[in-house]
Every structure is written in C-alpha cells, then in structure tokens.
Nanobody, 122 residues
C-alpha cells in the first residue's frame, strides 16, 4: 500500500506563491502516475496536474495553466506542485494521488493523501 503525505499549504494573498510537496512511501508497485487534485467547498474534485513516474510527461489543467508547474524528485520520493500568481478561486484542499494509469480522472487514482488546505484571500 502506498502512503501519500501532502504539506506546504497555507493562507496567502492573491499573487503570492506556494509550493506543495507530496512524500510517497510504502510499497510502490510499478511506475505510478502522480496527480494533484483540488476540492473547494461544495464543488467536485478537480484535476490540477499529473506527472509520470519518469517525470517525462507532465500535464497541467486548463484552470491553472501558466501559473502552476509539477515536478518530482524520485531520489526523495517527492512530487511538488509549484503554484504562482495565486487567485482566490484557487482556494481549496489540495490532494496528492497515485494511479497505475496515465489519466486525469479522479476515479482512476487508487491512493490519496489526506490533503492540505490552500487559502487565497486579501
């Protein structure tokens, strides 16, 4: 079983930056795709970004394209989400997840972290 632990969330002002981290531990089978999702109150879970285990294929969701980037450091078993030019609409709980498939669908991700809150307000 894979364990995922997110960190790096917080309360920031519009235009600020944050970097989220997701540490991966446990029994890693295969080369899972790692994804970031977010969920705001009253809304469905939304795809933010995903990256392959090798780090050679990354995808950024349309709502954050140009502002967020995803990366990974396999030596540290860590996936990062660098968030810049944050907006109030980015406020949500951000989750890290792992999937055996190259996908953006939340239902295809088998392992999830507990989430980290990001709040953007002035």
């Amino acid at each position: 079983q894979v364990q995922l632990v997110e960190s790096g969330g917080g309360s920031v002002q519009p235009g600020d930056s944050l970097r989220l981290s997701c540490i991966i531990s446990g029994r890693i089978v295969g080369n899972p795709t790692m994804g970031w999702f977010r969920q705001a109150p009253g809304k469905e879970r939304e795809f933010v970004s995903r990256i392959t285990w090798a780090g050679n294929l990354a995808l950024i969701g349309d709502s954050v394209k140009g502002r967020f980037t995803i990366s990974r450091d396999n030596a540290k078993n860590t996936v990062y989400l660098q968030m810049s030019s944050l907006k109030p609409e980015d406020t949500a709980v951000y989750y890290c997840a792992a999937s055996s498939r190259l996908t953006t669908a939340p239902a295809a991700y088998d392992n999830w972290g507990q989430g980290t809150q990001v709040t953007v307000s002035s």
